[in-house]
């Protein structure tokens, strides 16, 4: 390799780690200045010379200590956290199997009804959330955690996905699950479900995401406060007249971003797996 090669290499890795170092530092700065202004003693100004580190520990514990405790902070985390994992398990379950319905046996009109699901993805969410709320509304599911949950189990970004991951599954195993005497659900949870555990972590994740920060479906189908999913909760801290201070305010949405936040460092691996890999081993 030639000095000038050489170079040019060094060049480029020097370019690529500055702008990856630039990019985690816009990212990570708002997250961290939010955890500064939390642990700081009431008082400090927040604006004028800003702090680079947290200056009061015990300080931050209380903030959190008197939303939970004198908020309903945390039955919202409650109702958020069985709203977001009842909407998984549905969107998994009912996904799954219609993905392998789909993906690996055929019958009438299966073309035609895959592309109207497929063509839900393009009609925007706020056309839909009237018809919704109206069937909502007459199944007697208002101020309830199935008038929040069923509504979202269809999925049709999900069916898509585990699609695409069951259609690479091969059929000689199936045909031989048939032999060995597997049932149609026998074939679907010991082979099919196997064999898309990344498409199917994945799927969690994101829909987890989705569903932690979803404001606009709680806010129309939930009016009483025992009902309130964090999002609403924080809705009303960061109201222009909720008359809170920034750093409680600021201790909100630091208690609204941690869940998330540590779903997603957990599991990181797992979407680039799940986009990265077939839906076979080997």
Known sequence: MTSAAAARISVWTVLKWAIAIAIAVITIFPIWWMI???????????????????????AGLEKIEMIFTQTGYLRAYGISLAYALLTILGVLFIGSLAAFEFALFDFPA??????????????????????????????????????????????AFGLFMLVQFMRAIPKDMIEAARLDGAGHFQIYWHVALPLCRNALVTLAIL?????????????????????????????????PLSHQTVDVVMTANLLAAVPPLLFFLIFQRKIVEGIAMSGTKG
Do not use: C, D
């Open 207 to 239: 829909t987890f995401m989705q569903t932690w920060g979803n404001y606009m479906w709680p806010l129309i189908v939930t009016t009483s406060p025992e009902m309130y999913t964090v999002g609403q909760v924080v809705g009303m801290f960061n109201a």
């Open 36 to 58: 500064n202004v939390v642990f700081s003693l009431p008082g400090e100004p927040v604006a004028i010379n800003p702090r680079l580190w947290p200056t009061s520990l015990s």
């Open 110 to 155: 299966k073309g035609p009804i895959f592309g109207i699901v497929m063509l839900s993805l393009m009609v925007p969410t706020a056309v839909t959330i009237i018809p919704t709320y109206l069937l909502t509304s007459n199944l007697g599911w208002l101020n309830s955690l199935q008038g929040l949950v069923v509504p979202g189990l269809a999925s």
